[in-house]
């Protein structure tokens, strides 16, 4: 199947900094990408629809000043986390759409702010 | 609203089948999907269901009825590695996937 690479797997940070998330569509192209938050025993949160080209779109409640979201390119999203708060510590999680039928994800981002 | 139920956590027996239940309440449908998640790992894709009916994949088969807002994941032949939460997502009118909060499966040996 597709696979889609996601770096890095995780990250310890400081209060403060910023993190970036990259996620990768290694053979094949994919327009629209998205980004997801999971916090623990719970479900997947999407927090926005990246596509390439264009501006993010951001689900409500998520702050598109606060998690930047750039698709260059046709198999590059990155996410970065500006000015990073404890609170931001999460599982994050990269996908990709082949077509309209399959999403596949990336490994996911275990981000840790101290 | 949109609403996906499914069990919060089921335990069977290894070498048993154990089948997993979703209903759901969208604006549209777009198709189903399940995906399994083992602790501190991303989902993995296992179906995808857009008709009514069975998709069989080895020893997993994914079932849909839309008129009863309703599918099932079914597991055969069930090994430890199975062990792990099962996610059922619906694609709504607006293609945009709504997620339920997943079924931890437990296998005892």
């Known amino acids: 199947g597709a696979v889609v690479s996601q770096h890095p797997s995780r990250v310890i940070c400081k209060s403060g900094t910023s993190v970036k998330i990259e996620c990768r569509s290694l053979?094949?192209?994919?327009?629209?990408m998205f980004w997801y938050r999971q916090f623990p025993k719970k479900s997947l949160m999407l927090m926005a629809t990246s596509n390439e080209g264009s501006k993010a779109t951001y689900e409500q409640g998520v702050e598109k000043d606060k998690f930047l979201i750039n698709h260059a390119s046709l198999t590059l999203s990155t996410l970065t986390v500006t000015s990073a708060h404890p609170e931001d510590s999460s599982f994050y999680i990269c996908?990709?759409?082949?077509?309209?039928?399959?999403?596949?994800f990336g490994q996911g981002t275990r981000l840790t702010v101290v | 609203g949109q609403n996906i139920d499914q069990p919060t956590e089921m335990t069977a027996t290894e070498g048993a089948i154990v089948q997993i239940n979703c209903t759901y309440q969208t604006s549209g449908f777009n198709g189903l999907f399940w995906y399994q998640q083992h602790a501190g790992e991303a989902p993995t894709f296992l179906s995808y269901?857009?008709l009514d009916g069975l998709e069989e994949k080895g020893r997993f088969s994914s079932f849909l009825s839309r008129s009863k807002g309703y599918s099932y994941l079914l597991l055969k032949e069930l090994q430890m590695k199975d062990s792990a939460s099962y996610l059922c997502?619906?694609?709504?009118?607006?293609?945009?996937?709504?997620w339920g909060a997943g079924t931890k499966l437990i296998i005892k040996p």
């Open positions: 996908s990709a759409l082949t077509g309209v039928t399959e999403a596949f």
């Open positions: 269901n857009v």
């Open positions: 053979d094949f192209q994919a327009t629209t």
């Open positions: 997502a619906v694609k709504d009118s607006n293609y945009q996937l709504i």
